[in-house]
């Protein structure tokens, strides 16, 4: 149980195009979503925390215009990387709490979608 | 501020048991997460702690001491495919994730 899925795994972009990146949760319902963002050999960085029927919480320094999320059911937030630029080439991760299950706090993460923006 | 502390690296030998230690100071505590990451791969959930003592799971257990701000992860009868990254994460007080910035584990036959 308690599987998330990314779509797409890869996607490479042109400079100044949008690109979308959905997070589903397969086998649960989530009205928590988290999105990462992770460059070579460093951690985690929480980019924003995505809620069911409500506008995203984003972190300080992550500009809410450039990265869309929408989280408009309970096993679905996609997150919009608009007029991506190089700099913008990441893993992009997200995660999801089971709320159903035992540990309410753990969060599941997705298998992540490599960006690369030429 | 919010701190998170683990080696960056470390080596063992397949067969062996590691110790991956984490201490942290942290706004609020409602419990501690590991997670391993192969490279190029997403974490995976390996062990929540949220009171004091082991838990232990197959090869793998983790212990937490909250009065000190420390847990461990340990890994006994390692394999080759325990070379990852093992990330300490702890839930705050607002329960948001504080990550620590990973523990390479480099396993040698």
């Known amino acids: 149980g308690a599987v998330v899925s990314q779509h797409p795994s890869w996607v490479i972009c042109k400079s100044g195009t949008s690109v979308k990146i959905e997070c589903r949760s397969l086998d649960f319902q989530a009205t928590t979503m988290f999105w990462y963002r992770q460059f070579p050999k460093q951690s985690l960085m929480l980019m924003a925390t995505?809620?069911?029927?409500?506008?995203?919480?984003?972190e300080q320094g992550v500009e809410k215009d450039k990265f869309l999320i929408n989280h408009a059911s309970l096993t679905l937030s996609t997150l919009t990387v608009t007029s991506a630029h190089p700099e913008d080439s990441s893993f992009y991760i997200c995660s999801a709490k089971d709320l159903g299950g035992g540990d309410e706090e753990t969060q599941y993460f997705g298998p992540g979608t490599r960006l690369l923006v030429l | 501020g919010q701190n998170i502390d683990q080696p960056t690296e470390m080596t063992a030998t397949e067969g062996a048991i590691v110790q991956i230690n984490c201490t942290y100071q942290t706004s609020g505590f409602n419990g501690l997460f590991w997670y391993q990451q192969h490279a190029g791969e997403a974490p995976t959930f390996l062990s929540y702690?949220?009171l004091d003592g082991l838990e232990e799971k197959g090869r793998f257990s983790s212990f937490l001491s909250r009065s000190k701000g420390y847990s461990y992860l340990l890994l006994k009868e390692l394999q080759m495919k325990d070379s990852a990254s093992y990330l300490c994460?702890?839930?705050?007080?607002?329960?948001?994730?504080?990550w620590g910035a990973g523990t390479k584990l480099i396993i040698k036959p």
């Open positions: 994460a702890v839930s705050d007080s607002n329960y948001q994730l504080i």
């Open positions: 702690n949220v």
């Open positions: 995505s809620n069911e029927g409500s506008k995203a919480t984003y």
